[in-house]
């Protein structure tokens, strides 16, 4: 099986972990829901697409109109669990993310593998955020770690992001590629969060990226 290359601006790639557990088939779920739907891959599976390489039990897709993408959805036959309350595909769960969660439309999408997802700047600001409104959420902040190091992604990247988050991705991107032996601080760590963490700009109904 070919080793996944994760893409790189500077032709130097970080070394390669492999795919993450279940890869393949997530991206081709995603394939197809992203086609029925028309909606662009958010999540964890954008994370994977981008050269994240984390593994996700999910699919999460952008849609301004839920109504209308889950009627493409259940025309397609990824049809909704009521008991679940989220649509499912083999037995994957497919969640819908709107505006009021992911802060308003993408600024980009593109197609990498196949399949429509956000753009890197839109998904390292939604990542970001929501790790940095709520502490348990620390699984979205090493996506963001994930990225920076894969990708890889430097400082000059903080310029992509809304204001309020530029210090705390520039911190990040310290901790990643600085002086060698300086670990990545603790997801969790009490200092980082105190330092940078943020108001929701807007209510949240689920955040489920």
Do not use: C
């Amino acid at each position: 099986m070919a080793t996944r290359k994760s893409p790189s601006s500077t032709g130097k790639h970080p070394r390669d972990r492999g795919p993450a557990p279940g890869e393949e088939r997530l991206v081709s779920l995603a394939k197809r829901v992203s086609d029925a739907s028309g909606a662009p891959v958010v999540g964890g599976v954008a994370v994977i697409l981008h050269g994240g390489g984390r593994a996700t039990s999910d699919i999460d897709i952008y849609t301004p109109d839920l109504w209308a993408t889950h009627q493409r959805l259940e025309d397609a036959g990824i049809l909704w669990n009521s008991d679940r309350r989220e649509h499912l595909i083999d037995g994957v769960p497919v969640h819908m993310v709107g505006d009021d969660q992911f802060g308003g439309p993408p600024a980009r999408i593109s197609t990498i593998r196949g399949v429509r997802v956000v753009g890197l700047a839109d998904l390292v600001r939604v990542k970001l955020a929501l790790g940095l409104e709520d502490v348990k959420r620390h699984k979205d902040i090493a996506h963001v770690v994930d990225l920076i190091e894969r990708v890889p992604l430097k400082k000059d990247f903080a310029a992509k992001l809304p204001t309020r988050l530029r210090s705390a991705f520039k911190e990040l991107v310290e901790q990643v590629h600085g002086k060698r032996g300086s670990p990545v601080p603790p997801i969790s760590s009490r200092d980082y969060f105190a330092r940078y963490a943020v108001k929701p700009t807007t209510p949240r109904r689920r955040a489920a990226i």
